[in-house]
T-cell receptor, first 113, second 112 residues
Framework: EDQVTQSPEALRLQEGESSSLNCSYTVSGLRGLFWYRQDPGKGPEFLFTLYSAGEEKEKERLKATLTKKESFLHITAPKPEDSATYLC??????????????FGKGTHLIIQP | KAGVTQTPRYLIKTRGQQVTLSCSPI?????VSWYQQTPGQGLQFLFE???????NKGNFPGRFSGRQFSNSRSEMNVSTLELGDSALYLC???????????FGPGTRLTVT
């Protein structure tokens, strides 16, 4: 069974204090790994897609990396507006093409001014 | 370009009733997926439609069904509602299967 585990469950940082969120996965036939940000009461907002080990993507203060077993979302010098739940999801190959996304439970990030 | 829209945004139903939720994908997107989000289980895949055909289905009972129209708009239906069906139902669209999915704001369903 495909599994996606995110850690930590919650993280509180001071503004400007850099850190990393982890997403480890156990799947067969990874097609892609996706990072989303979700604000309370809203749908997830797409951030990055990573397809192969060694790949990196950057956007403003966020950088996502991928290995064969896990992905990291690095947050550099975060601001209060970066506070949100960050979700990791995997898409796997199946007999019918690609299955739906399997999500981790998320990391609830709070950035204090 | 307009994002994914979902209607209604909020819904209150009684146990045993049925409900239909609607989703309009981003223009040009042909794949629509539905997810259920609850505090306990997180985001769980319900099903995916591509070119009016259900391509994949998650591990949910047959009370959950959906369809897609020729303009890619999609509906999902839940029959014989149970209290445990209370959740945020999210629709996501993508250009094709396997591409990044863009989510709508969701429909908050409360079953009493």
């Amino acid at each position: 069974e495909d599994q996606v585990t995110q850690s930590p469950e919650a993280l509180r940082l001071q503004e400007g204090e850099s850190s990393s969120l982890n997403c480890s996965y156990t799947v067969s036939g990874l097609r892609g790994l996706f990072w989303y940000r979700q604000d309370p009461g809203k749908g997830p907002e797409f951030l990055f897609t990573l397809y192969s080990a060694g790949e990196e993507k950057e956007k403003e203060r966020l950088k996502a990396t991928l290995t064969k077993k896990e992905s990291f979302l690095h947050i550099t010098a975060p601001k209060p507006e970066d506070s949100a739940t960050y979700l990791c999801a995997v898409l796997v190959y199946s007999g019918g093409g690609a299955d739906g996304l399997t999500f981790g439970k998320g990391t609830h990030l709070i950035i204090q001014p | 370009k307009a994002g994914v829209t979902q209607t209604p945004r909020y819904l209150i139903k009684t146990r045993g009733q049925q409900v239909t939720l609607s989703c309009s994908p981003i223009s040009g997107h042909r794949s629509v997926s539905w997810y259920q989000q609850t505090p306990g289980q997180g985001l769980q895949f319900l099903f995916e439609y591509f070119s009016e055909t259900q391509r994949n289905k998650g591990n949910f009972p047959g009370r959950f069904s959906g369809r897609q129209f020729s303009n890619s708009r999609s509906e999902m239906n839940v029959s014989t509602l149970e209290l445990g069906d209370s959740a945020l139902y999210l629709c996501a669209s993508s250009y094709g299967q396997g591409d990044e999915q863009y989510f709508g704001p969701g429909t908050r369903l409360t079953v009493t």
